[in-house]
């Protein structure tokens, strides 16, 4: 089963950001990312990214808790949110697959 997940971005009158986890080869193929307020609360106002700040903070800690685990999130969303989720291109949808987001924690992990 392939795991992304995608940065949508929502026209309207309001500017706004939403990440779905899809799941490929499911019945229920697409869902809104649990933003994971019970571990960490860095921006109730959702999800950001493109800079380093309590939206992109947030997804972060929502991508990596989904996965790894909600432990490993807590110790290294900060440095994934330096690494991936700042880069990211502000403004912009995005794409990112499960495989890529562990490959980033187990460097992190290792120290690099």
């Known amino acids: 089963m392939i ?4 940065g949508v971005i929502l026209a309207g009158e309001t500017y706004i ?7 490929e080869g499911s019945i229920l193929s697409r869902k809104s990312l649990d933003p994971r307020y019970d571990l960490r609360n860095h921006s109730p106002d959702g999800f950001s990214w493109g800079y380093f700040g309590s939206g992109p903070l947030q997804i972060a800690l929502a991508i990596v808790a989904d996965a790894v685990s909600a432990n ?5 969303h900060i440095e ?3 690494r991936v989720i ?10 990112l697959n499960r495989n890529e ?3 980033v924690i187990d460097d992190i992990l290792e120290g690099d």
């Open 80 to 82: 994934f949110t330096e």
């Open 72 to 76: 490993i999130a807590l110790r290294t």
């Open 101 to 103: 987001v562990r490959s």
């Open 3 to 6: 795991v992304t997940y995608e």
């Open 86 to 95: 700042s880069r990211l291109p502000a403004g912009k949808e995005f794409v």
């Open 17 to 23: 950001e939403k990440v779905t986890k899809r799941e």
